[in-house]
């Protein structure tokens, strides 16, 4: 591990900026901003709930998590072509390599578009499209998580895992997301173990909102090598000495965290004391265009309101090259890159 030189708090900010970073947690359809979601409307000839772009946006403030996933799903709708799933994911890749993301492992679900109508080709075939085009105009790698609805039942599961196999080698992994109280992972443990089975790396959303329970099903149940949010970890001691003990990551995302009130204030989140109790934690968008900032926002803003240092900022680097599902190799050369970047700031 490097010995990080100390950075002033004003240059704080340009550090995290520059530093060479992979995202974890975003879900692609939580980055449709506004103006392209208008443009999609047109493109499509669709009806709008709202008038124009600000009105949306004022829209987004949330009680919970019930209540962004219900104002999620309403802008869901104007995805229609795979071209519409190709320019999403293309926009989120510019955005995330101007931010030094060299990595990004993207989320997306296919039943709700199936749900609309559409097949799971359209979706997978835009996204990874928008990935592999990315990979040489942009530099940017990305790898496609498909999650399942967990208020949806384990045969609708099931279904999506099916229809989605013809397309097994676009997608690097299977996750779990959408409404978590009352949607213990247990409900879809037969469907994890399929996926496993068949090769998928296995992650699932879990203590976000829901009781540190839904952690301890969601690596014992479901088998999961990453736990998506987890912050309510630490109402559990012996869980946080599990997650230190087998560096099982945590994908944290702060603003998603302020803005659904999981804390009533940035400067109270747990994201510092995760750190120093030896837990692998990152740090990632969750849904950029819903929750007022890209990674590199949730870096700032995180740092600036817990007091965070460069130490923690490589830390969390490090942590999400380590992460992440790429193979050995090249997480040695994202590191390496990572620490050239520490090395000659200044
Ligand atoms: N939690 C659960 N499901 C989601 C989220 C989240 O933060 N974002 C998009 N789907
Ligand atoms: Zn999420």
Redesign the pocket.
């Known amino acids: 591990m490097l010995k990080v030189k100390p950075v002033s708090a004003e240059r704080l900010p340009e550090l995290l900026r520059r530093m060479p970073k992979a995202e974890l947690h975003i ?1 692609i359809e ?1 980055s449709l901003e506004p103006e392209l979601m208008f443009a999609l409307a047109q493109r499509n000839g669709m009806a709008t709930a709202y008038p124009d772009v600000e009105s949306l946006r004022r829209a987004y403030v949330f009680d919970d ?1 019930q209540s962004f ?1 219900d104002i ?1 799903h309403a802008g869901t709708l104007v995805l229609r072509t795979e071209q519409d799933f190709y320019d999403m994911t293309r926009a989120y890749l510019v955005r995330a390599a101007s931010d030094n993301v060299l990595h990004a492992e993207i989320f997306f679900d296919t039943q709700t578009h199936t749900g609309h109508g559409l097949s799971t080709e359209v979706v997978i075939n835009g996204l990874h499209r928008a990935c592999v085009d990315a990979k040489s105009e942009l530099g940017i790698s990305a790898s496609l998580i498909l999650c399942f609805l967990r208020h949806l039942s384990e045969q609708e599961a099931f279904e999506a895992l099916e229809q989605a196999l013809p397309l097994h080698d676009k997608l690097v992994g299977v996750g779990l ?2 409404s ?1 109280k009352g949607h213990p992972p247990e409900k879809f443990a037969r469907v994890f173990a399929r996926a496993r089975e068949l090769g998928f790396r296995l992650v699932a ?1 879990a203590g ?1 909102e829901g009781q540190p329970a839904y952690i301890w099903s969601a690596l014992d149940v479901l088998k999961v090598e990453r736990i998506d949010h987890g912050v309510q970890a630490v109402k559990d001691p012996l869980l946080m000495a599990r997650l230190a003990k087998e560096r099982i990551p945590l994908t944290v995302c702060p603003l ?1 965290n302020l803005k659904l009130r999981v804390f009533p204030a940035l400067a109270e989140h747990n994201l510092k004391h995760l750190l120093e109790a030896g837990i692998v934690a990152t740090v990632n968008s ?2 950029p265009a819903y929750f007022g900032g890209y990674i590199n926002q949730n870096f700032t803003q995180t740092f600036a309101a817990l007091g965070l240092t460069a130490q923690h900022a490589y830390k969390l680097a490090h942590n999400s090259f380590e992460a992440s599902f790429i193979d050995e190799k090249r997480k040695r050369q994202y590191i390496e890159r990572l620490n050239a970047s520490f090395e000659t700031f200044n």
Do not use: I
């Open positions: 879900h939580g998590l996933l999620y997301a959408s978590e959303h976000e998603s969750d849904d």
